[in-house]
T-cell receptor, first 114, second 117 residues
């Protein structure tokens, strides 16, 4: 089955700095890679996703890159703000019969210091 | 206008008891999921239902029995609760069958924190 590794497990940055979270996956058939943000006491919320037919995607201060050959993908947050503090999860998925089974990384706790 | 709702939010119970967690989505989605998040925040899928039919069962003990009375609801019943069942359980939903789209966002509920004593 799929295995997703995520690093680092915790990340502390100063407000305004950039944050980078990296993930690797094992199943070369995986072709959908979402990133979720989980705030304290809440469920995960999708912030950006990328499909295997593109190498990079950007949405305002958030960008994701994908290297299919190396089987790794990364989340980049620029100009971090205190409200970016949360746990971030990467995930990988491939289409199966009916349904989209996500395998999650172990999560990164991001702390943005004002 | 809650999208995915779960009840209860907190559940504290004794070992050996049977308990249920309810989930409802008002997004009109056709697929619903249950995930378990352990104390280290690791998030793992348990079940997936599409139009009331089980499509994914990730080696979950048969003490866990999901039930989908209609495509807007997916409830989780747990028999003979064990200490290791303590976790946060998340329900999620997505719309899987859309033309020209293979992957669709999963919307998560707020979670149910289960504590087994």
């Amino acid at each position: 089955g799929e295995n997703v590794e995520q690093h680092p497990s915790t990340l502390s940055v100063q407000e305004g700095d950039s944050a980078v979270i990296k993930c690797t996956y094992s199943d070369s058939a995986s072709n959908y890679f979402p990133w979720y943000k989980q705030e304290l006491g809440k469920g995960p919320q999708l912030i950006i996703d990328i499909r295997s037919n593109v190498g990079e995607k950007k949405d305002q201060r958030i960008a994701v890159t994908l290297n299919k050959t190396a089987k790794h993908f990364s989340l980049h947050i620029t100009e971090t703000q205190p409200e970016d503090s949360a746990v971030y999860f990467c995930a990988a998925s491939k289409r199966r019969n009916a349904g989209n089974m996500l395998t999650f990384g172990g999560g990164t706790r991001l702390m943005v210091k004002p | 206008d809650t999208a995915v709702s779960q009840t209860p939010k907190y559940l504290v119970t004794q070992m050996g008891n049977d308990k249920s967690i309810k989930c409802e989505q008002n997004l009109g989605h056709d697929t619903m999921y249950w995930y378990k998040q352990d104390s280290k925040k690791f998030l793992k899928i348990m079940f997936s239902y599409n139009n009331k039919e089980l499509i994914i069962n990730e080696t979950v003990p048969n003490r866990f029995s999901p039930k989908s009375p209609d495509k807007a609801h997916l409830n989780l019943h747990i028999n003979s609760l064990e200490l290791g069942d303590s976790a946060v359980y998340f329900c999620a939903s997505s719309q899987e069958y859309q033309p020209l789209s293979s992957y669709n966002e999963q919307f998560f509920g707020p979670g149910t924190r289960l504590t087994v004593l």
